[in-house]
């Protein structure tokens, strides 16, 4: 999309062709992030989440 286009220039059906295009773009962009921090959450439980694999005291003696 050209960014230097001057919109008081463009007749009604552009303007509305640049909206529709806009809230595509908006609405990709917003899945993006919703995709992102979903993944982000999934990383952050998997790092900082108790596991029953740790070693007791116990366990680290032997």
């Known amino acids: 999309m050209d ?3 001057d919109i ?3 007749n ?4 509305r062709e640049l909206a529709i295009r806009l809230q595509a773009e908006g609405r990709f962009r917003q899945t993006l992030i919703d995709k992102l921090t ?3 959450a999934i ?6 989440a108790a596991t029953s694999e ?3 005291g116990e366990q ?3």
């Not at 009604?12 to 303007?15: A, G, K, L, T």
């Not at 990383?43 to 900082?48: A, D, G, I, M, T």
């Open 54 to 56: 740790a070693y007791t």
């Open 8 to 10: 008081t220039e463009l």
């Open 60 to 62: 680290q003696r032997e």
């Open 12 to 15: 009604p059906d552009q303007i």
């Open 3 to 5: 960014l230097t286009v």
């Open 43 to 48: 990383l952050k439980r998997q790092k900082f």
């Open 38 to 40: 979903h993944e982000l």
